[in-house]
């Protein structure tokens, strides 16, 4: 009997089921022949109870375990994400205004142009490649869990945006700044970051202005471009970066608005702090 129910608990929940009534049919056929006063209902009670609760359970703590699993698998795709983010972010940045830099230097020459000009794009290709590195630094900080502090890290890129591109990119704070939470923080940056490299890549030559608001429960940052005056260069992309910043809102139930404002283009974020 220990044996059949051990057998039992360990069979799928229908046969499990199946084979627990069988058992208690064929003991109270087996009581109704050869006991005196017919079947033991008692222990077929008794064997039809256990064996029920102990298949329901191991199948409960089987779901338990599936449920784990999902969410470990979950987990580390969540992170996967995660680094594909900063990955795409780091180099993004640097790699395709170097890009610019040294296209254009390449049609300068190749056109008899400047070769003052060229060269400057080959200095300036050249501090981008000196800061990237330094970027991927700091992202790799970010990734042990060190934040950047939005008002500096983005008065910092638009610096390097200035010096990069030759053309002004004015900061505004408004508001009382404060200590935002880790992902806002990041996503705050990170926004930043890759809607001044769209700038570089989709609108050459273009101003920038970017306002960073601290308002009651949220943080909203604005980056408006006025438009390209220069030709743009065909970059090879597979468009990465308005999935990755509307991830980075979505995540921390943030807003990410993007359009044509203008002649130029509005990138627009607001989370939670």
């Not at 009581?31 to 064996?51: I, K, N, P, V």
């Not at 190749?110 to 981008?128: F, K, P, T």
């Not at 704070?173 to 990170?190: C, F, N, Y």
């Not at 202005?209 to 943080?219: E, M, R």
Request: glycine residues 12%; charged residues 25%; hydrophobic residues 45%.
């Amino acid at each position: 009997m220990v044996a059949l129910w051990a057998l039992v608990v360990r069979l799928p929940l229908p046969w499990g089921i199946g084979v627990s009534a069988l058992t208690i049919i064929v003991l109270g056929a087996l009581g109704e022949m050869f006991r005196e006063g017919g079947a033991d209902l008692g222990l077929m009670a008794a064997f039809g109870g256990l064996t029920l609760g102990a298949v329901a359970s191991r199948h409960a703590v089987n779901a338990q375990e599936a449920t784990r699993r999902a969410e470990a698998a979950n987990a580390v795709l969540a992170e996967r994400s995660h680094i594909a983010r900063e990955i795409h972010d780091i180099l993004a940045h640097s790699l395709s205004a170097q890009i610019v830099h040294l296209e254009g230097a390449r049609l300068l020459l190749s056109r008899d142009g400047d070769r003052v000009q060229a060269l400057d794009r080959v200095e300036r290709a050249g501090n981008l490649a000196r800061s990237g590195l330094e970027e991927t630094r700091r992202a790799l900080a970010t990734l042990r869990g060190e934040i950047p502090e939005p008002k500096e890290a983005i008065a910092e890129l638009a610096e390097e945006f200035s010096v990069g591109t030759g053309r002004p990119c004015d900061v505004r704070v408004t508001g009382v700044p404060r200590e935002l939470s880790p992902q806002a923080g990041l996503a705050v940056v990170r926004t930043a970051q890759e809607a001044l490299t769209n700038v570089r890549k989709h609108a050459p030559g273009a101003r920038v202005h970017v306002v960073l608001a601290y308002l009651d429960g949220a943080v909203e940052l604005e980056v408006i471009d006025s438009g390209g005056t220069e030709e743009v260069l065909e970059l090879d992309g597979g468009g990465y970066g308005l999935v990755g910043m509307r991830e980075r809102a979505e995540l921390i139930d943030g807003t990410l608005e993007t359009g044509p404002k203008g002649k130029g283009f509005r990138v627009s974020l607001r989370v939670p702090a």
